[in-house]
């Protein structure tokens, strides 16, 4: 089992900035790929970002250049550094994993951007 909790969303002005955490626990050995996904109301689950376990990343389109995925695998740690945002980044924002085959899922955190 693999526990993923996410934090650090909340409400912010358009062009403002937040940063997402992600702190994994229970069986990580041999988790590789850490992703941020996001689900805007009325709209499917969409990734966001992907990084690797050496440190490869992959963004959608929609966030190059605004957002960066990190992380610490000594700490076990994910984080999405998010610039200049918009109304349409709005959404719940999953971090998520796949260990043995099996996904995984952490609860979300709200991402709110006011006009």
């Known amino acids: 089992q693999v526990q993923l909790v996410e934090s650090g969303g909340g409400l912010v002005q358009a062009g403002g900035s937040l940063r997402l955490s992600c702190a994994a626990s229970?069986?990580?050995?041999?988790?590789?790929?850490m992703d941020w996904y996001r689900q805007a109301p009325g709209k499917q689950r969409e990734l966001v970002a992907s990084?690797?376990?050496?440190?490869?990343?992959n963004y959608a389109d929609s966030v190059k250049g605004r957002f960066t995925i990190s992380r610490d695998n000594a700490k076990n740690m994910v984080y999405l550094q998010m610039i200049s945002l918009n109304p349409e980044d709005t959404g719940v924002y999953y971090c998520?994993?796949?260990?043995?085959?099996?996904?995984?899922w952490g609860q979300g955190t709200q991402v709110t951007v006011s006009s």
């Open positions: 998520h994993t796949q260990r043995l085959g099996l996904g995984y």
């Open positions: 229970g069986s990580i050995f041999a988790i590789n790929t």
């Open positions: 990084i690797t376990r050496s440190g490869s990343t």
